[in-house]
């Protein structure tokens, strides 16, 4: 069973004022503003104290005429302000470089390669808010997020460096690494208040993604090499065995497989005032969990995220074991490489014993707790073949559960329709990417294209009828998702999105690249 024992990796006394601060707490309770994260990123008035009990004396006359909710909003307003401390980055190589040989596509194409330059962003040096300062450019998802995440950074790569922006992915991963050497990991994304979870770890993928693609040009020069033997290996490395493979928060040492947890069992200050964190898991700690997964929030957790060994997770983790098995051999560390070979077997191991399903012919997550595995269907199961731990005939069986999911727009989330955004009818970026990719891998061509074609097209529809690309999709109708109140509206940018369509546009429907310059009169 998934111990509950707290890592002390947090230090809560690095929490900003406005994540500690009882007004802002009840200004929550009260559900007086829609989206909490607002809350969150605000900065602290410089106030003398004779200003604020000035402004104490004034929120009581508010609230005597006007009732509590009006002097809470008095307060908020003359307490706090916004931030705004994002600011632009001016790199010639975010300027539009490419369009497509398509007519149809074309246009879809050439909004992506103008919005690169709206989705990245740079810190200051020193921040007032919530927002952890980084040292170069990050890309931000868009919208409500004003910050860089961990997973959605990875899906906009492969498009970055086919149209030339190596610089912008490598300036990331830098950012990733100083983030693991100050925190000891990766967070969910450089706000204090994701420091005390991450998300799937995507890091080696991130690194070995960038170093096999600087040696299709030339042989890795000797730069590369220290950066990956002194940085790069070290620090993925030690986030692997000191953060994800720690057994009092994230490992079971049981199954030998990977679960999902928070240092902190208290409600998400960032969370929108739809997210009920109390209703939509049995702890706070669980909730928060949920939101590592990335797949905030879908039902097939059961609503104990911090008992689950997911399909997702142990994927992506295989691979890191597979990418440091990689560097190891590349850095001539033997010993490093046997150790991470035996550590994948081990893992493809365990999921096969736990997380497979023969009756069903699929992976279900397994719970730690109770012993079993899960009854929700969901395209995780397309993970493993994007790893390369699910066997031939394991493929097979996969592709056979495919009707299942598979609908006009794409694939769904999972097989249910829970209300959450990571349930049926939701298509989400990173699942048309693992799972087009893992059918690719192992052969299923045909399939992979399909499932293209389909994402490719619900984005175009959208693009046609709002001007934008947003983060998840309705697989059903095949265009924009229908807002039921329930979750966060579906948010525009949308960087995770941007890459998996031109992924598909140009890596897996082969559509070739253009330069800008080649179509000037």
């Known amino acids: 069973m998934a111990s509950s024992i707290c890592s002390n990796s947090f230090n809560v006394k690095t929490y900003s004022q406005v994540l500690t601060d009882p007004l802002l707490e009840e200004i929550r309770s009260l559900r007086i503003v829609d989206d909490f994260m607002a809350l969150a990123d605000l900065v602290p008035r410089n106030l003398t104290t004779t200003q604020i009990e000035k402004i104490q004396i004034e929120s009581q006359q508010v609230e005597i005429k006007k009732g509590r909710v009006e002097a809470l909003k008095f307060l908020l307003a003359k307490t706090y302000r916004p931030a705004n401390e994002l600011k632009p980055v001016s790199l010639r190589e975010l300027d ?7 007519i149809k596509f074309q246009t879809l194409f050439n909004y992506i390669e103008k919005t690169w330059v709206d989705l990245i962003r740079k810190t200051p040096k020193k921040t007032k808010s919530t927002l952890i300062p980084l040292p170069n450019p990050m890309m931000i998802p868009g919208s409500r997020f004003k910050e ?9 790569m492969p498009t970055l460096l086919k149209t030339g922006r190596s610089n912008i992915v490598k300036m990331t991963i830098d950012n990733f690494l100083f983030l693991v050497k100050k925190y000891g990991f990766v967070p969910n994304g450089n706000r204090e208040y994701y420091l005390s979870r991450s998300q799937p770890p995507f890091l080696s993928q991130m690194i070995r993604l960038y170093i096999e693609h600087q040696a299709l040009a030339a042989p890795l020069d000797v730069k590369t090499m220290e950066w990956l033997r002194k940085k790069a290996y070290p620090l993925v490395k ?9 057994p009092k928060t994230r490992y079971d040492i049981k199954t030998a497989l990977n679960h999902h947890y928070d240092d902190l069992n208290t409600p998400r200050p960032e969370r929108h005032s739809t997210d009920a964190d109390e209703v939509l898991a049995k702890t706070f ?14 039902d097939a957790f059961g609503g104990e995220a911090t008992q689950v060994a997911g399909v997702l997770l142990n994927s992506v983790l295989f691979q890191v074991e597979h990418d440091l098995l990689w560097m190891a051999r590349l850095l001539d560390k033997a010993d490093d490489a046997r150790h991470f070979e035996q550590a994948a077997e081990k893992r493809k191991l365990s999921m096969n014993t736990y997380l497979w399903d023969e009756k069903q012919g699929g992976y279900f997550d397994f719970n730690l707790r109770s012993n079993q595995k899960g009854n929700v269907l969901t395209a995780d199961i397309y993970a493993p073949m994007y790893v390369g731990a699910a066997s031939p005939e394991q493929a097979r069986s996969l592709l056979a559960l495919l009707p299942m999911l598979e609908r006009k727009g794409g694939i769904a989330s999972s097989n249910i329709s829970s209300g959450k955004q990571w349930d049926f009818p939701y298509g989400w970026a990173p699942h048309h990417f693992m799972s087009i990719s893992g059918l690719l891998k192992y052969g299923y061509i045909n399939d992979a294209t399909r499932l293209g074609e389909k994402w490719v097209e619900s984005n175009l529809r959208i693009y046609e009828a709002s001007t934008k690309l947003i983060e998840k999709i309705d697989v059903v109708t095949g265009s924009l998702p229908e807002e039921r109140g329930d979750k966060y509206p579906t948010q525009e940018g949308f960087l995770w999105t941007n890459g998996v369509v031109a992924w598909v546009l140009t890596d897996v429907l082969g559509i070739p690249l253009v330069p800008l310059e080649s179509r000037k009169p």
């Open 96 to 102: 539009p470089k490419w369009t497509i040989e398509s």
């Open 148 to 156: 860089s995440y961990y997973w959605d950074s990875f899906f906009a």
């Open 238 to 246: 030690a986030e692997y065995q000191k953060f994800w493979m720690n």
């Open 285 to 298: 700690r669980d909730a928060r969990a949920e939101a590592e997964s990335g797949k905030d929030f879908t």
